[in-house]
């Protein structure tokens, strides 16, 4: 991870942290301001698919998933994805990539800790370049949580590294891969749930309170990706998933995760078993599943969204 833009304005000073600026224009282009730094809801996040979303304007907006999940009681989850910058045709789209943490029930006692790169030019001032992200929910996506530091809940301990903030370099189609690391740990003495990046960077915690339905342990974890899909006319979305290819393409030209893993409530960390894959629409974004001994668990996943088979 290179160095980020705002630290050619030096350091921050000791007992503070990097924050991204709102600004006034990033407001204005939402529709609904209670809902800026908000996901929707998912009724079943064991189980991804489509989500149907009237919008103002008469368009249907669904999310659309390619995601590898293990369910269990888990402590945490690792991987290595690489980072690409997807096509986002919508303003209001976005692309991502990351793990999700998965305490409670379907509804609104859902609890989720969330973090990896995303694409979203909404949140992000109409940038379409990829971001680390976090995000949580304690109540289903429906009022608790929020993108990185848009609401109160998650501490950030680490000076050096924004929330929010560019990922360069990035990975080319046939060309050099990059990577971010990402672990999601609960503390067995303290009992947060912790985000370090790239294994060194230790960016913070969850505090056990957010989370009441995490406060043990994690019932299911994934990981893959997510796109909006804005039926813009009643076609479907050009957004790309990953790189925006298929995964049959493989490294280097379709998105991957790899060395996929699990914390146990031992505090080890072991490959997953017995990993379920859902597909929300595999003409427009798939996953396959694979195994070495470079890269233990891993998956090619992603696509281009609207094709000739996905219309």
Not at 157 to 162: D, E, G, L, P, Y
Request: include cysteine; proline fraction near 6%; charge should be positive.
């Amino acid at each position: 991870m290179d160095a980020q833009p705002w630290q050619l304005a030096g350091e921050c000073p000791e007992n503070t942290i990097p924050v991204k600026r709102v600004t006034k224009e990033d407001l204005l282009r939402v529709d609904n301001i209670n809902n800026y730094g908000k996901k929707t809801s998912r009724t079943n996040i064991s189980q991804p698919h489509q989500f149907y979303h009237p919008t103002a304007i008469g368009e249907n907006v669904y999310h659309e998933y390619a995601t590898t999940s293990a369910n269990g009681v888990f402590r945490g989850a690792k991987a290595q994805m690489n980072v690409w910058k997807p096509r986002i045709q919508e303003a209001r789209g976005f692309s991502l990539s990351q793990i999700w943490v998965v305490g409670g029930n379907d509804g609104p006692g859902l609890n989720t800790i969330e973090a990896g790169w995303h694409a979203d030019p909404d949140l992000h001032g109409g940038d379409a370049s990829p971001r680390i992200f976090i995000f949580w929910t304690s109540d289903g996506y429906h009022k608790a949580g929020c993108y990185n530091h848009l609401c109160s809940g998650f501490v950030q301990t680490n000076k050096r590294i924004a929330l929010g903030a560019l990922l360069k370099p990035i990975s080319t189609y046939n060309g050099p891969q990059f990577l971010l690391i990402v672990q999601i740990w609960k503390d067995p003495k303290s009992g947060n749930w912790w985000l370090q990046l790239n294994e060194k960077e230790l960016m913070g915690y969850w505090p056990k309170e957010l989370l009441p339905n995490l406060a043990n342990a994690a019932r299911t974890v994934e990981w893959g990706g997510e796109v909006v899909n804005i039926e813009k006319n009643g076609q479907h979305t050009t957004t790309e998933m990953g790189s925006g290819h298929f995964p049959s393409e493989g490294f280097g030209k379709a998105s991957h995760f790899r060395v996929v893993k699990i914390i146990d409530t031992s505090n080890v960390i072991r490959d997953p078993v017995r990993m379920t894959t859902v597909v929300s629409k595999p003409t427009c974004y798939n996953l396959k599943n694979g195994y070495s001994r470079p890269w233990g668990v891993f998956f090619y996943y992603g696509g281009p969204g609207r094709n000739p088979r996905c219309h």
